[in-house]
C-alpha cells in the first residue's frame, strides 16, 4: 500500500478536497502510474455537480498522463518508465472490442463509471473504508493511479508528457468524430456547435479532413475567435433565432455534415435542420437526462440523420499516438487553448472553466 494524495468529489456544494489515501498495489492486468497532469473534462464537473447521477464520493478526472512505476505479470505491452496517456477501460474480448470500437464496450458502464473494478473492488481506500478510485478506468485527480493496462496507452518520450491527457478524452472525441465517425470527403460543408474543447478538436480533425466550409456556432466570442484561429472558415453566435435560416444561406442549402457538441437541445435540432441532402449529424454533447426530441422526418426522410458518437469512434490504443504525433507536427495546436494549474488550484480551475474564461485547463500534480 502507498500513500497518495487525491481530489475527492463529495457532493455538488462541497469543494474538491485534498487528501491522503491508500493505494493498492496493481493486479496481474493492471498498472501503477505516477499521474503528472489531468486535463479536467466537462463530464468531471458535471459528474461532481450531479446532473450527470454517479455515486459520490468519488475521485474524478479522465485525462490522466504519466509515468509507469510497476507492471502487473499479465501486462506485456508496458514496462517501468513507459510515458502513458490514459483513457477509458474496456473488457477487450467483447464483440464491440474485437472490432476496435472499446468505447462501446458491453461492459462500458461497469467499468468506467461506477468508480469501482467489476469486482465492486476499488484500487483506494482510507481507513480501511474504500473510495471509488477507477473512474474512467483512472481516477486522475490524484498523485498516483491504479488502472488496468488497457486503459494505458504508451507514447514517445520525445512529447510534452504534461500536454498529453487530454488526448485521452476530448480530443480523441471531437477529432474522431469527424475523422473516424463522419469521414467527409475533401471539399465538404460542416458545421460544428460549441467550440469548447471537444468543438475546437472538431474543427481540427475538418481542416486535416480538407473540409471547405467549416461553420462553427458558439455564444461566446472568445470561443469564436479561437475557432476561426484554427482554420473554421466562418462563425456565428448560437442565440440568433434565424440561426438555421442563416446556416443554410451560408452553405449554399446546407451542410453535408455537423457535429453538435453542446448538449443543448435547441441546437440539435438546428445540427439536423442545417443539413443538406444527404448529411449526417453526430451528436456528442450530452443532452440533459431523458431528452425527447421532435424531429421534422419530412426533413430527415431525404437522406438525412443523426448518429450518438462516444469517444469519436476511435480505438484509444491507436488513435492516441496519432495525434500525438499530429501535435508535434503542428497539426493540431490544442496547447493555445491549454492552462496549467497547480493540482491544489483545482477548485480555481474548475470555477474558471465553467466561467468560459478557460477552454481545456490542466492541473500538473506535485512530484
Ligand atoms: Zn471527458
Ligand atoms: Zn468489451
Known amino acids: 500500500m502507498n500513500s497518495i494524495q487525491a481530489a ?34 466537462h463530464t468531471d464537473i458535471a459528474v461532481k455537480e450531479q446532473s450527470v447521477h454517479l455515486p459520490l464520493p468519488m475521485v474524478l478526472g479522465h485525462e490522466g498522463s504519466g509515468i509507469v512505476e510497476m507492471v502487473g505479470d499479465a501486462v506485456d505491452h508496458l514496462v517501468v518508465g513507459d510515458h502513458v496517456v490514459l483513457s477509458g477501460d474496456s473488457c477487450g474480448s467483447c464483440h464491440k472490442c474485437q472490432h476496435g470500437l472499446p468505447s462501446y464496450c458491453d461492459e462500458f458502464v461497469e467499468r468506467n463509471l461506477t468508480g469501482c473494478r467489476v469486482d465492486g473492488t476499488s484500487p483506494l481506500s482510507a481507513e480501511g473504508e474504500l473510495v471509488r478510485g477507477r473512474f474512467v478506468g483512472q ?9 488496468p493496462g488497457r486503459a494505458a496507452i504508451k507514447v514517445d518520450k520525445q512529447y510534452p508528457l504534461e500536454l498529453l491527457g487530454p488526448l485521452g478524452c476530448g480530443l480523441t472525441t471531437g477529432v474522431g468524430t469527424v475523422m473516424n465517425a463522419l469521414r467527409p470527403s475533401a471539399g465538404s460543408k460542416i458545421v460544428i ?22 461553420v ?43 457535429v453538435e457538441c453542446s448538449g443543448v437541445p435547441a441546437a440539435v435540432n438546428a445540427a439536423v435542420m442545417c443539413l443538406a441532402r444527404p448529411g449526417w449529424c453526430a451528436q456528442v454533447g450530452a443532452t440533459p437526462a431523458r431528452t425527447i426530441l421532435p424531429l421534422d422526418m419530412d426533413h430527415v426522410g431525404f437522406g438525412r440523420g443523426i448518429k450518438g ?44 472553466s465553467k466561467s468560459g474564461e478557460v477552454i481545456k485547463p490542466i492541473l500538473r500534480m506535485p512530484t
Not at 456547435?193 to 471547405?212: D, H, K, N, P, R
Not at 469517444?311 to 496519432?322: A, C, E, I, L, R
Not at 501535435?327 to 480555481?348: M, T
Request: hydrophobic share 45%; aromatic share 8%; charged share 15%.
Open 8 to 41: 475527492i468529489a463529495t457532493d455538488p456544494n462541497t469543494p474538491f478536497t485534498l487528501g491522503e489515501y491508500k493505494l493498492e498495489k496493481p493486479r496481474a492486468d493492471e498498472v501503477l502510474v505516477r499521474i503528472v497532469a489531468s486535463g479536467i473534462c
Open 139 to 147: 481516477s486522475s485527480f490524484a498523485t498516483h493511479s491504479i488502472v
Open 309 to 352: 458518437v462516444v469517444m469519436g469512434d476511435s480505438n484509444p490504443q491507436t488513435f492516441v499516438p496519432y495525434l500525438a504525433a499530429l501535435h508535434a507536427q503542428g497539426k493540431l495546436p490544442y496547447d493555445r487553448f491549454v492552462k496549467f494549474y497547480d493540482f491544489s488550484d483545482i477548485n480555481q480551475a474548475i470555477s474558471e
Open 216 to 258: 462553427v456556432v458558439d455564444p461566446v466570442s472568445a470561443r469564436r475567435d479561437m475557432a476561426m484561429s484554427l482554420g473554421a472558415t466562418h462563425a456565428l453566435p448560437a442565440n440568433d433565432a434565424a440561426l438555421v435560416d442563416e446556416l443554410l444561406s451560408l452553405t449554399h442549402g446546407g451542410a453535408d455534415f455537423s
Open 193 to 214: 456547435f460549441g467550440a469548447g474543447t471537444v468543438g475546437l478538436a472538431a474543427v481540427m480533425g475538418a481542416v486535416l479532413s480538407g473540409c471547405q466550409q467549416i
